[in-house]
């Protein structure tokens, strides 16, 4: 079945590590995109990428950094200079050229600085 | 204001209607979704409305569209408890990379 992995389900961070975020998808999608969700907060876009080795900074950019080197994989990196990462990760994909009929989502990456 | 406003919460009885409403603000939103999310899990899209419909229904989902208000409802007729989930609007506007604005998502609560 296609669909869209994310890993690991849950992850624990020290404080001034760097962690990354898996996310994989095998749906033949153009677009993949990472969103951080917070209690009572709607979702806030942090990257996303139209096109292989092309990726745009979303609206919460600032202490993450993506690469996509492959057009299946889009994994995220939380960094140190990222103050308050605690939160719900959410990786997404879209046809690029039909994103209007809106995303898949994977099952999302609890993170946690301990 | 936010782009897209969502109540937080909704209470209802089992085999009860429920409606949860979305309001949005940009006049050229050309796409309206709406997305059930489980807890602990993703966003799962249950359906979505061109802004040229006014309606729309899918077995026990009927999405309503007032264009002129900027209002978009959801109505899941005979509410079950597996229905109790998050959902959330989002809209998106035709040209560019279509990335949604989303709500804040609202809470239905269904019980006995």
């Known amino acids: 079945d296609g669909g869209i992995t994310q890993s690991p389900k849950y992850l624990f961070r020290k404080e001034g590590q760097n962690v990354t975020l898996s996310c994989e998808q095998n749906l033949n999608h153009d677009a993949m995109y990472w969103y951080r969700q917070d209690p009572g907060q709607g979702l806030r876009l942090i990257y996303y990428?139209?096109?292989?080795?092309?990726?745009q900074k979303g609206d919460i950019a600032e202490g993450y950094s993506v690469s996509r080197e492959k057009k299946e994989s889009f994994p995220l990196t939380v960094t140190s200079a990222q103050k308050n990462p605690t939160a719900f990760y959410l990786c997404?994909?879209?046809?690029?050229?039909?994103?209007?009929?809106?995303?898949?989502f994977g099952s999302g990456t609890r993170l946690t600085v301990v | 204001g936010e782009d897209v406003e969502q109540s937080l919460f909704l209470s209802v009885r089992e085999g009860d209607s429920s409606v949860i409403n979305c309001t949005y603000t940009?006049?050229?939103?050309?796409?309206l979704y709406w997305y059930k999310q489980e807890p602990g899990a993703g966003l799962q899209l249950l359906t979505y409305?061109?802004?040229?419909?006014d309606m729309k229904q899918d077995q026990r989902l009927t999405v309503l569209l007032n264009k002129k208000d900027k209002h978009l409802s959801l109505r899941i007729a005979d509410t079950q408890t597996g229905d109790s989930a998050i959902y959330f609007c989002a809209e998106s506007r035709q040209g560019g990379s279509y990335i949604p604005t989303f709500g804040r998502g609202t809470s239905l609560i269904v019980h006995p």
């Open positions: 990428s139209q096109i292989v080795n092309d990726f």
């Open positions: 409305i061109f802004s040229n419909m």
């Open positions: 997404a994909s879209s046809i690029r050229r039909r994103a209007n009929y809106g995303y898949t």
């Open positions: 940009d006049s050229s939103s050309t796409y």
